[in-house]
């Protein structure tokens, strides 16, 4: 199957954001292992099936924006690195 952005060139304002959507990511993931080092408090009993979901798509959709911002081009398939 194929992926529905297909390669596609992006224009500079989805790619503006796609930029911001990185440097959100950098400083959630920092402030939350900055959290998790200070408290010492994390276990995987907490994880429910939203929060899973969200551990999945999480780095996947940051790889498929980071490819976006950083060529310009949309992903000619699904997994972004490719």
């Not at 081009?73 to 690195?81: F, N, T």
Request: charged share 15%; glycine share 8%; proline share 5%.
């Amino acid at each position: 199957m194929e992926a529905p952005w297909n390669g596609e060139k992006v224009n500079l304002f989805v790619r503006v954001l796609a930029i911001v959507f990185i440097i959100c990511g950098i400083f959630a993931f920092g402030s939350l292992a900055y959290a998790l080092f200070k408290t010492g408090e994390f276990s995987f009993s907490n994880l429910d099936f939203r929060m899973l979901i969200g551990t999945i798509s999480g780095p996947y959709c940051f790889l498929l924006f980071l490819k976006v911002a950083v060529t310009g081009y949309a992903p000619k398939s699904w997994i972004p690195w490719r």
